[in-house]
């Protein structure tokens, strides 16, 4: 029974580590699927189920799961950054500047509640600790993995900031959505009339999908322009994917001329719709059926890499394939087709024209879903290579003993986001299925809950249980709470936002998909899915960077002190 033996309780053997790994992530991630009034706390069990192991003594090679723990941070923040990089920058633009300094100001609260706390304490709870609190108080995993990391730059040997972040995090998530009640009857909202405005907003400004009409030409100073005058003197982008001139249906071209009559189906931005029909003519009511040059719309699916980064312009659809593109689809929104619009892989080109012309593009393009499948991993691994040597580079600070690093979290964190939005520059491919991102988010996430548990686990009764462990889920509860209470009024009186809207935002801020399903439950439309997205890029990168800044600054300014 040696055999047996050796595989429960060899610390050094492989087998054993490897076993109690699977054991704490399917254990885990099984309870965390167990709903408490309806909240679950998902894959965040699998640290308390690490927690559990490693009290009674199932536990493995400290470098073996320091190892694990870094690698899995490292994949679960390059495909955080992959996914919200296209989106990180144009969270600034209009509409989003509000809700994002609403986010930023709860960011900034949680901080000073935390910072406030530890000197108001006297130090009783030590930083690294209450920095663990913080981030189990937002319920922000990749936060702790990022002051962990930080800590292990500084050679810390105090207690294990995850038992701060275990006892916080349940009430985080309670405190979350507790504060999204509390402010609707605090501000007395009346949930009919957000959603009337709801309704009324989306009226007044309608997406900006692309526009797709009939048009007759009775603007006589049209007659004898080609298509590509007729575009030039506007100053307009459109798309004229089809044309009936003397009872025949063809697709035009640039050198196209247009007579008094001809009827134009024509694609635009929703917001120079209304321009265009003023220019060329009314919308009408056609029957493209009695066309007499067979023609087919299709969508094709860019799989061909030397295509991304290319300009759609570039290629001369019109006049060298005889087809036209009327808008592009990419991470499920339609784009309209401008002639500045840069192609990505992944992107999904509606085309128009003759079935055989349809057919060249398609190759030219790709249109290979097997080719996607198959993941870009040397993107992920250039970008984890770029990503460690940055978070390697000392950055000196004045008045700080040791310089800063952005470390194993944050220089990948930062990488990934730039090469998720500009990587087509430099012709790396960052596409990636949806569900192949999950994938690596989710062991990498695993990888490290289940380490920092089975590393906390020894000492976990005795530092909570007999110590300080009410007085953490304290401090939590006042770290979560404070801030969105304060930030929510502000949100609501002084930028007049929707209820639905910063419901989201209040998720988003937390990073907390439990918060973001009840939100989603009790609004019924998709304001706090918008409100959720518009803030979660910047949130996520700032709870990041400031946990372990958090440490590198603070503790070290301390630590100076007391030097």
């Known amino acids: 029974m040696d055999w047996l033996q050796n595989l429960l309780f060899d610390e050094n053997s492989i087998a054993h580590i490897v076993l109690l790994y699977s054991f704490v992530i399917a254990v885990g991630v099984l309870l965390g699927k167990i709903k408490f009034f309806g909240v679950s706390l998902g894959v965040t069990f699998v640290l308390f189920t690490g927690i559990v192991c490693g009290h009674f003594g199932l536990t493995g090679n400290t470098q073996i799961l320091t190892f694990l723990q870094d690698f899995g941070l490292i994949l679960f923040v390059f495909c955080i950054g992959l996914q919200v990089g296209p989106s990180f920058f144009s969270s600034f633009k209009k509409g989003g500047i509000a809700m994002n300094l609403v986010a930023i100001g709860i960011v900034v609260l949680n901080i000073a509640v935390a910072v406030a706390l530890y000197y108001g304490l006297n130090g009783r709870i030590e930083l690294p600790m209450m920095v663990g609190i913080l981030c189990g108080a937002v319920t922000n995993t990749p936060g702790l993995g990022a002051a962990n990391e930080a800590l292990s730059q500084l050679n810390y040997n105090g207690p294990q900031i995850a038992m701060g972040y275990a006892c916080a995090y349940p009430l985080g998530v309670l405190g979350i959505i507790g504060s999204i009640i509390a402010i609707r009857y605090i501000c007395r909202v009346n949930l009919k009339k957000e959603e009337e405005d709801i309704a009324k907003e989306e009226a007044a400004n309608p997406h ?23 575009r030039d003197f506007m100053g307009r982008d459109f798309v ?126 790709g249109n290979s879903l097997k080719r996607l499948d198959h993941p870009n991993i040397v993107t992920i691994f250039v970008g984890i290579f770029l990503g460690i040597f940055f978070g390697s580079l000392p950055i000196a600070f004045p008045g700080i003993p040791t310089p800063v690093k952005l470390g194993l979290a944050g220089g990948p964190l930062i990488v990934s986001i730039l090469i998720g939005r500009f990587g087509y520059k430099l012709k790396l491919v960052t596409y990636t299925t949806m569900s192949a991102n999950l994938m690596l988010r989710e062991i990498g996430i695993a990888l490290f809950l289940a380490s920092v548990g089975i590393k906390a686990g020894a000492n976990f009764v005795n530092t909570v249980v007999d110590g300080d462990g009410l007085l953490y889920v304290g401090c939590g509860f006042l770290i979560t709470v404070i801030p969105l209470l304060i930030m929510g009024a502000v949100a609501r009186l002084h930028y007049k936002m929707n209820y639905f809207m910063l419901m989201g935002l209040i998720a988003g801020s937390n990073t907390d998909p439990p918060a973001l399903a009840y939100s989603n439950q009790t609004a019924g439309n998709n304001a706090p899915a918008v409100g959720y997205s518009t803030v979660y890029p910047v949130s996520m990168f700032l709870r990041i960077l400031t946990a372990q800044l958090l440490i590198l600054i603070f503790w070290q300014a301390d630590i100076g002190k007391e030097v």
Request: with cysteine; glycine share 6%.
């Open 208 to 230: 900006l999908t692309p526009r797709m009409m009939h048009l007759e030409v009775h603007n006589e100073a049209l007659a004898g322009k080609t298509l590509l005058q007729v």
């Open 240 to 365: 004229c994917s089809r044309i009936l001139q003397n009872g025949h249906v063809s697709i035009p071209n640039r050198d196209t001329v247009f007579h008094l009559g001809d009827q134009l189906f024509v694609v635009c931005a929703e917001d120079d719709a209304e321009a265009i029909i003023a220019f060329i003519g009314p919308k009408i009511e056609v029957d493209w059926e009695k066309q007499d040059t067979p023609m087919v719309s299709r969508r094709i699916l860019i799989t061909q890499p030397k295509m991304n980064g290319k300009q759609l312009g570039e290629f001369h659809f019109s006049s060298m394939y005889g087809v036209n593109v009327t808008r592009v689809n990419r991470s499920g929104m339609d784009i309209f087709a401008s002639r500045n619009l840069t192609l990505q892989v992944g992107d999904r080109v509606m085309v128009v024209g003759p079935q055989d012309a349809v057919e060249r593009v398609a190759n030219l393009m």
